[in-house]
């Protein structure tokens, strides 16, 4: 009896220990930071059934304030639900460096996910005239990077149920290139490139940037080099809406775009223009992301077609495995689903092998100050 007593409480303890080891492996996923609703949401993805799914969905419309029309529709979105529980169980074991679980989507189908929240517009080509960045020096740069720590990184927005990705992307790097150029964060208006940026490429019909339709953030790029900037986001709230018409006011104009290049697949030069130019305007494949709550991803599979616009804001490595530590080097990024979503509104995806082609399509844009 002492000896079965003995080997209860060894296993015990080690499986107390196995659990503290995985919450620490997370530094924003302790134990200390969530409430116990996120404990729970966070660990649907151990489980090998759905045996207690419909207490998770409960759980899930709580914390994300859900409420559904009429029962037909309440019984569609819990088995939607359900479904993205799988899911989540699928890229853990593809992701197993980050952790896949419930999220804002989590009743969304991946259909429904990408029309409302993804937005990089596959029809558009780079502006004729987008130029590359020059090669720059990488034998000094620093092992860890933030732009976050230097001040030219705004707060999370959150771009709602439109497709505009691709105008926060576009505003994070010129917000990030101006205070670069004046020292000032100024927060710019996305709402305007919804609005009023329709640049097209003659030779592709019906390539324009198309508001919660997609876009193209070397596009947007080209259309505020044109129209002379981008006014601030007071003065030209987001709505989330295209249904409005252009309210551009030039006079008020709070940065202005001096040029922009393409960055080099080199992750190297990456990382060389993102410490030397200010934050980076990607494109980025976002399947892992709608079930993605926090660590590094680093999926063993994951699709280089790309359909979100996001941004790279710096880089660093962190220690894992739950139970042998490794060094997993990763991009920062900024998203723009509000700070409800990911590591309070960002991503880390890992470096070295252009994971779901984040490396494909990088852009730096530079800043000319302005009076205001």
């Given amino acids: 009896m002492a000896v079965r007593f003995s080997f209860l409480f060894i296993s015990s303890l080690l499986l ?23 404990v729970l949401i966070r660990q649907v993805v151990d489980h090998d059934n759905l045996l207690n ?10 914390r994300f304030q859900k409420a559904y029309a009429t029962m037909e529709e309440h019984d569609y979105r819990f088995s939607v639900f359900k479904a993205n529980l799988r899911m989540a169980k699928r890229h853990q074991k593809l992701d197993p460096s ?11 189908t991946p ?6 929240f993804l937005g990089v517009n596959r029809h558009l080509h780079l502006p004729a005239d987008t130029k590359q960045a020059p090669i720059l020096p990488t034998n000094d740069l620093p092992k860890e990077f933030d732009w976050r720590e230097h001040g030219a990184v705004a707060p999370v927005k959150n771009q709602g149920s439109c497709g505009s990705c691709w105008s926060f992307s576009t505003t994070g790097a010129l917000e990030g290139a101006n205070f670069l150029a004046t020292g000032k964060l100024v927060s710019l208006s996305e709402q305007q490139l919804v609005d009023c940026d329709h640049e097209c490429d003659p030779d592709e019909p019906g390539s324009c940037d198309s508001g919660c339709n997609g876009g193209l953030m070397n596009s947007a790029f080209e259309y505020t080099l044109k129209a002379g900037g981008l006014m601030r986001e007071e003065d030209y709230p987001y709505t989330g809406t295209d249904r409005g018409t252009c309210k551009f006011d030039k006079k008020k104009v709070a940065a202005k775009v001096g040029n922009f290049s393409t960055v080099s697949l080199d992750e190297d030069q990456i990382a060389a223009n993102l410490v030397k130019n200010g934050p980076l305007a990607v494109a980025i494949n976002a399947l892992y992301m709608q079930t993605y709550v ?6 063993f599979i994951c699709s280089k ?12 490595s962190a220690g894992y495995a739950p139970i042998r530590m490794q060094e997993k080097p990763y991009w920062i990024i900024k998203n723009s689903w509000g700070e409800n979503w990911g590591e309070k509104g960002y991503y880390k995806i890992c470096r070295g092998r252009n994971i779901c082609g984040v490396d494909s399509m990088v852009s730096t844009v530079a800043a000319v100050s302005t009076s205001q």
């Fill in 305 to 316: 077609r790309l359909d979100h616009g996001v941004l790279l804001v710096g880089y660093g």
């Fill in 53 to 62: 799914a419909d207490y998770h969905f409960t759980i899930f419309k709580r």
């Fill in 16 to 38: 107390s220990s196995s659990f503290w080891l995985l919450a620490l492996a997370y530094d924003d996923l302790t134990i200390d930071t969530i409430d116990g609703d996120d």
């Fill in 294 to 299: 926090g660590g590094v991803s680093c999926p």
């Fill in 111 to 116: 259909q429904e996910f990408r029309r409302n």
């Fill in 98 to 108: 980050a952790v896949h679980g419930v999220t804002q989507f989590s009743d969304l």
